[in-house]
């Protein structure tokens, strides 16, 4: 089960190892190569494959100063996908309440800069 050891601007370390780069974690893996199509600003098409994974909760970390913009649309597009625990936070908030989360079928995709 992946656990998110700590987080700084722009470094992200889970289970030990050190990430500098936005990523996507679940309990079984690290997406550390996920580049979004617009560097701030998330859309639908930037966390599709997150679906497949039907999550139980999707936590979406916008960055130490919350820069990161998530598009309204792809909110409304998920909850009728079925992903209807959406939390969206800062990514330092985002990294502790992902560590929380008891539920196995829980996905986090992180922006590690501002």
């Not at 966390?47 to 999707?58: A, F």
Request: aromatic share 10%; hydrophobic share 40%.
């Amino acid at each position: 089960m992946n656990i998110i050891n700590s987080y700084i601007f722009g470094k992200i370390t889970v289970n030990g190892y050190i990430y500098f780069s936005d990523i996507i974690i679940s309990p079984n893996n690290v997406q550390s190569d996920w580049h979004r199509g617009k560097r701030h600003y998330l859309s639908f098409n930037d966390i599709y494959s997150i679906i497949e994974r039907k999550p139980d909760v999707l936590i979406i970390g916008t960055g130490m100063f919350g820069l990161m913009r998530v598009d309204n649309n792809m909110i409304e597009d998920l909850i009728e996908r079925g992903v209807h625990n959406i939390i969206i936070e800062k990514t330092k908030q985002a990294c502790i309440l992902y560590n929380k989360e008891k539920t196995r079928k829980k996905v986090a995709v992180l922006h590690i800069t501002c």
